[in-house]
T-cell receptor
Framework: QQQVKQSPQSLIVQKGGISIINCAYE??????FPWYQQFPGKGPALLIA?????SEKKEGRFTISFNKSAKQFSLHIMDSQPGDSATYFC???????????FGKGTRLSVIA | GAVVSQHPSRVICKSGTSVKIECRSL??????MFWYRQFPKQSLMLMAT?????????EQGVEKDKFLINHASLTLSTLTVTSAHPEDSSFYIC?????????????FGPGTRLTVL
C-alpha cells in the first residue's frame, strides 16, 4: 500500500514557468513533509520541508503548500530554470522519528 | 552543514565477493542512519534502519544475513553486501538523521553504485 502518492510522474516546463508537483498522503499521523531533489547518479538533497501547523512555506523560488484537511501538499518552483531539471521526491514521516515514506518521484525537465 | 559522505562512490566486484560501504555524518552526530536501495528511474526503497550501538531493523523482504549493517559510532554506519550476486547490483544510498534541528531532518549521502559481474 503506497502511503504517499505523487503526481505527475514527469513534467516539462518552459524556462521561467512554474513547476507544480503534488503529493497526497493517507496516514494522518504524518506530521513532517520534506521534499528532496535528486540529480542523476547523486543522492537526494533536502530542498524544503513543512509541518502541518503552517499552510505554506517559502524558501527562495521553492514553496510548499499544505492542505491538512485534504491530506495533500505540493511543491511549487517559481521561475523554473534548466538547472532545476532533476527528479523530485516528496516524503512523509511522523515527527521525523520514523523512516521517511517516499513518493515515486517526478522527473522535471525545464526547457529553454 | 549536515554533510553525509559515502565511500566508495562506485565499486565493481565479482560474483561471490563481499563489499563494504561506509556512511559517515561529517558535521553532526547521528544516532540513527538509514540504508536505501534505488533502481534506475525508481524511488528509494528503505532497506534498514541503523541505530548506534544496537542491531539494525530490517524492512520486510530484506535479508539481514546478506546485508550486514554495523553502526558502531555516532558518525559511522557500514553496509556489507555479503556474497554479492548480479541481482544485488544497484545504487545504495545512506541517510543520517540530525536531531539538532526542529524537524529531525534526514540528510543523504551521495550514493554508491554497486556493479556485480
Amino acid at each position: 500500500q503506497q502511503q504517499v502518492k505523487q503526481s505527475p510522474q514527469s513534467l516539462i516546463v518552459q524556462k521561467g514557468g512554474i513547476s507544480i508537483i503534488n503529493c497526497a498522503y493517507e496516514n494522518t499521523a504524518f506530521d513532517y513533509f520534506p521534499w528532496y531533489q535528486q540529480f542523476p547518479g547523486k543522492g537526494p538533497a533536502l530542498l524544503i520541508a513543512i509541518r502541518p501547523d503552517v499552510s505554506e512555506k517559502k524558501e527562495g523560488r521553492f514553496t510548499i503548500s499544505f492542505n491538512k484537511s485534504a491530506k495533500q501538499f505540493s511543491l511549487h518552483i517559481m521561475d523554473s530554470q534548466p538547472g532545476d531539471s532533476a527528479t523530485y521526491f516528496c516524503a512523509a514521516s511522523i515527527s521525523g522519528n520514523t523512516p521517511l515514506v517516499f513518493g515515486k518521484g517526478t522527473r522535471l525537465s525545464v526547457i529553454a | 552543514g549536515a554533510v553525509v559522505s559515502q565511500h566508495p562512490s562506485r565499486v565493481i566486484c565479482k560474483s561471490g565477493t563481499s563489499v563494504k560501504i561506509e556512511c559517515r555524518s561529517l558535521d553532526f552526530q547521528a544516532t540513527t542512519m538509514f540504508w536505501y536501495r534505488q533502481f534506475p528511474k525508481q524511488s528509494l526503497m528503505l532497506m534498514a534502519t541503523s541505530n548506534e550501538g544496537s542491531k539494525a531493523t530490517y524492512e520486510q523482504g530484506v535479508e539481514k544475513d546478506k546485508f550486514l549493517i554495523n553502526h558502531a559510532s555516532l558518525t559511522l554506519s557500514t553496509l556489507t553486501v555479503t556474497s554479492a550476486h548480479p541481482e544485488d547490483s544497484s545504487f545504495y544510498i545512506c541517510s543520517a538523521r540530525s536531531t539538532s534541528g526542529p524537524y529531525n531532518e534526514q540528510f543523504f549521502g551521495p550514493g554508491t553504485r554497486l556493479t556485480v559481474l
